[in-house]
């Protein structure tokens, strides 16, 4: 049977733009999936996830944020590491996202969204100095590292080994080495004389 251009079922290549229709998973619940995970611990770590994808997505603009506005004698150092740790978390974000997209749920996405769940405390909108800078982002590390560990305990705790693995060797592994790299640029250490000791 032939289907001839005039039918319903004729195809083309206009894009269908502009088409709206209802939400297929409200944001916060779970499906089913065939992982070997009951509900409950699914329900809890995309819920533990979603919280520490807020906080990651803002700590990860938050380098971006002071890549641009870096200054001052180390802005080629700090430039760099800014913006190398920028994709590092953008790294974790997907990962994140991804795993919680895995246990069923539905991942956080949208700025507006991001602004009203995270823990991290907002940044003034205008350029700060370099320590200011470095003590807001080893601040927003403190608060992924705080929860991150409190959620690989309970994930471990319920048998979610995929969540856990996440946690501890992605999230965990990636802030701790990010935290040693900024936290050097603060110690008040000499820059070309070191400190005078008489010797005995």
Not at 181 to 193: I, S, Y
């Amino acid at each position: 049977m032939s289907i001839s251009a005039d039918t319903e079922f004729a195809r083309s290549a206009r894009p269908l733009s502009g088409q709206r229709a209802h939400e297929i998973q409200a944001f916060g619940s779970v499906v089913s999936m065939p992982i070997v995970l009951d509900e409950k611990t699914r329900r809890e770590s995309q819920t533990n996830l979603n919280q520490l994808l807020a906080d990651t997505i803002t700590l990860r603009d938050l380098y971006k944020k002071h890549h641009w506005q870096v200054s001052g004698p180390t802005f080629y150092q700090l430039h760099l590491l800014f913006d190398r740790h920028f994709n590092e978390q953008n790294e974790l974000v997907d990962l994140i996202g991804e795993r919680i997209m895995i246990l069923g749920g539905v991942s956080v996405a949208m700025s507006a969204d991001v602004a009203e769940m995270t823990l991290v405390p907002r940044p003034p909108k205008g350029r700060e100095e370099v320590p200011v800078q470095i003590s807001r982002l080893l601040h927003a590390h403190e608060i992924v590292l705080r929860e991150t560990r409190a959620m690989a305990r309970l994930a471990a705790q319920q048998g979610d080994d995929g969540t856990n693995d996440l946690l501890v060797s992605s999230v965990i592994r990636m802030n701790e080495t990010q935290v040693w790299f900024v936290a050097e640029h603060v110690v008040d250490g000499p820059l070309v004389h070191a400190d005078e000791q008489t010797i005995e």
